[in-house]
């Protein structure tokens, strides 16, 4: 016998559209948000969920209500915040171009104060600035182990998402049910990780659609 967990990320809210840290807040889904959480429900229309995992966050919520509008089969919807996105701490609600201006625009003060690029100016010191944000933008939003000032790392929503796993597989072989869990794009990548078996490195790397639902079944 196999039971499925059906995995898929809320659909796009004002906080992705308009590319800012979203972390714990609590967005609304956008017009384009809703018709993909309508796009996910549509495909998994056929398929037998029993169960229904969400976190405390209105995005999860709404997408998830999509879905089960097909679903009247459905016992139980269970909120649980260990699956919810990476906090981003002092970073949520600013933007990813605000980030950038302030983080390249320090990094060119201090390496001015120790004379490193006394010769850049103009269109060089305004591509200097961007090209450093830039990196540390990617720190922060793709480095396994750095945390942003006062959130957390990859690896701690790592630890939580496993702590889920470990409760999720257990009671769902007890009870003989498949689930879907209405997820994030952060907490999404520790379980694939987990069931695709890729590395740090690859699951670093990975980009979750907002219209689009995992398929992974458990061997009871």
Request: with cysteine; hydrophobic share 35%; aromatic share 10%.
């Amino acid at each position: 016998m196999k039971l499925h967990i059906y995995l898929f990320r809320h659909g796009q809210t004002t906080f992705n559209r308009d590319r800012r840290f979203t972390g714990w807040l609590n967005p609304p889904l956008t017009k384009r948000g809703v018709q993909d959480a309508k796009k996910i429900a549509r495909k998994l229309k056929s398929k037998r969920i029993d169960v229904a995992f969400q976190s405390h966050t209105r995005r999860s919520k709404d997408t998830l209500k999509e879905v089960l509008r097909y679903h009247p089969e459905c016992k139980a919807i269970i909120e649980n915040d260990l699956m919810i996105e990476r906090s981003y701490g002092k970073l949520q609600g600013k933007t990813h171009t605000a980030f950038v201006k302030q983080e390249g625009t320090e990094d060119y003060k201090t390496l001015l104060h120790w004379h490193k690029i006394d010769h850049l100016s103009g269109k060089a010191k305004k591509e200097f600035i961007r090209h450093v944000g830039e990196a540390e933008l990617q720190i922060v939003r793709r480095s396994y182990n750095t945390p942003p000032p006062g959130g957390e790392s990859l690896k701690m929503v790592e630890a939580r998402v496993n702590k889920f796993l470990k409760m999720l597989i257990p009671f769902m072989k007890k009870n003989k049910v498949n689930v879907a869990i209405s997820a994030h794009g952060n907490s999404m990548r520790p379980f694939r990780r987990h069931f695709e078996k890729f590395s740090k490195d690859e699951m670093m790397k990975l980009e979750n659609p907002w219209d689009d639902y995992f398929d992974y079944a458990i061997n009871v």
